[in-house]
């Protein structure tokens, strides 16, 4: 299967879209994340849990802007008080009330972690949480696992990516997923800051990680004075207190992102008050961190209206429509993982597999990642199964 083979649907607004974009725009788009071959469609409006691009086919959204879209589109409690949080001034030089109230929620949530920064994307919030642990130990190395996503910055992205200096690895050490003989190996051997973690992480296939390796490794880090950091940017939507409350552990600091912006640019880092001290400018040694958009009050009204109406029950609803869509896609054939309302299709060829699926009428992500989001009930994973039985294998 080349580009060439893959039928594509979209019509002649996103092509022209495209020929136009492509002359501002390396690839057509900002994001490398969204790039699906030949080219993606554009997206011209959503509502709820439907999505229509710039050719006018509507699609069921299972991508929900890489997840982070908990309520679907234009919420209407989000819309109003984004909006409210605009009229009233959409950024201050000053600290707001607005980040104090989603400190807040996420403190109450998350029970351990009660002190809070934010930035404005999950990537700034894994970059700020490693200079945290490096400061905080005082210790250069960081050990994460190979084939897993935290963002784009220098220190996640793989070894040898375009552009990321070859030197930058001698302070980070990538070992197999999973692999604790390899973590404890790397702690004995260099001077390590953290482990940076994802339970589930979805570019390595979201498989949810086994809970006797998440307590050794949380026992093994613990032993050795190294902080483990866990990413939760992705994976916050399944329990209230974070995935990892769900395996009993409590890391030293977590990253959020997604989700808790409602849809807005957000990203967090938490942790107890001792480990956030770090951050407190009061401190000689304060670690640097600013951002002009950084807590901006529109990001945190949309997170606390959006965190306000995803609560337990909400969650575990979604979770439960969640098991029920894998249940069924292994019905049909599909070889699927995930745990909660996080889906992933597995497929040899996921670009011919997404196109399929928008030819149903259902958007997914580029790498066979889905999700649901509230607006959708039992009858929407009914058609969303419809669909995948016509999808073409
Ligand atoms: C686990 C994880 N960490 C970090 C990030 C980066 O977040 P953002 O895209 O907001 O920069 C992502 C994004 O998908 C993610 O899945």
Not at 147 to 152: K, N, V
């Given at each position: 299967m080349t580009i060439a083979d893959i039928d594509k649907p979209i019509g002649p607004a996103s092509d022209e879209l495209y020929a136009r974009a492509t002359g501002r725009l390396p690839g057509g788009n900002s994001r490398t994340t969204v790039f699906v071959p030949p080219h993606p469609p554009y997206a011209r409006r959503g509502a709820g849990y439907l999505v229509e691009d710039v050719d006018g086919n509507e699609l069921i959204d299972l991508q929900n802007n890489y997840t982070a879209l908990i309520h679907g589109h234009a919420y209407g409690p989000v819309v109003e008080a984004a909006s409210a949080a605009i009229a009233s001034g959409?950024?201050?030089g000053l600290p707001t009330e607005s980040e104090v109230r989603l400190a807040g929620i996420l403190g109450e949530r998350l029970g351990w972690a009660t002190h809070w920064r934010f930035a404005n994307s999950g990537t700034e919030a894994v970059m700020i949480a490693l200079r945290a642990a490096r400061a905080i130990t005082g210790r250069d190395v960081i050990v994460r696992f190979a084939?897993?996503?935290?963002?784009?910055y220098d220190a996640v992205?793989?070894?040898?990516?375009?552009?990321?200096?070859?030197?930058?690895?001698?302070?980070v050490v990538e070992v197999p997923l999973e692999d604790l003989d390899a973590v404890v190996r790397a702690m004995d051997e260099r001077e390590v800051a953290c482990v940076l973690f994802d339970a589930m992480p979805n570019r390595a296939g979201l498989r949810p990680a086994d809970p006797d390796f998440v307590k050794a490794l949380r026992e093994e880090t613990r032993r050795r004075g190294v902080l483990l950091v866990q990413?939760?940017?992705?994976?916050?939507?399944?329990a209230l207190g974070g995935l990892h409350s769900t395996y009993g552990i409590q890391p030293d600091l977590v990253t959020l992102g997604k989700v808790i912006g409602g849809g807005l640019p957000i990203g967090a880092i938490g942790g107890t008050a001792e480990t956030m001290?770090?951050?407190?400018?009061?401190?000689?040694d304060a670690l640097p961190h600013g951002g002009t958009?950084?807590?901006n009050p529109v990001s945190m009204e949309a997170g606390i209206a959006a965190l306000r109406d995803f609560d337990a029950a909400a969650t575990e609803r979604l979770n439960a429509l969640g098991d029920r869509l894998r249940a069924g896609l292994a019905d049909l054939g599909f070889e699927v993982a995930g745990r909660g309302s996080l889906v992933r299709l597995h497929d040899p060829e996921p670009a011919r597999l997404w196109w399929a699926a928008y030819r149903q009428g259902l958007l997914l992500c580029g790498n066979g990642l889905a999700c649901l989001s509230t607006p959708m009930d039992d009858a929407t994973v009914d058609e969303i199964l419809r669909r995948f039985a016509d999808v073409e294998r």
């Open positions: 959409a950024s201050f084939g897993c996503y935290h963002g784009s992205l793989a070894k040898g990516a375009a552009g990321v200096p070859a030197g930058l690895d001698a302070d990413d939760e940017v992705l994976t916050y939507r399944i001290a770090v951050f407190d400018p009061t401190r000689p958009f950084s807590a």
